[in-house]
């Protein structure tokens, strides 16, 4: 698999480590931030692995906005 470079957020929430990829829609937890982040990385992968490169369809945009 080729290196793929998404946004994922990492919030305490109820005690326990909440991760999740918006983009993707895909949302893992874990008791710490690094669990919950390799969780969410195995769950991108299953995700990627399954869906396929259409997972990122050629008609999606990817940009950074700043706002001030």
Do not use: H, W
């Not at 874990?30 to 919950?36: L, Q, V």
């Not at 992968?45 to 869906?51: A, F, G, N």
């Amino acid at each position: 698999m080729k290196k793929v470079e998404v946004f994922c957020v990492i919030e305490k929430a109820d005690g326990e480590y909440l991760a999740y990829c918006d983009e993707l829609r895909a949302t893992a937890s874990g008791d710490t931030e690094e669990e919950a982040l390799n969780n969410l990385k195995a769950a991108i992968k299953e995700l990627i692995d399954y869906q396929g490169p259409q997972i990122f369809a050629p008609n999606k945009k990817r940009i950074l906005v700043e706002v001030v």
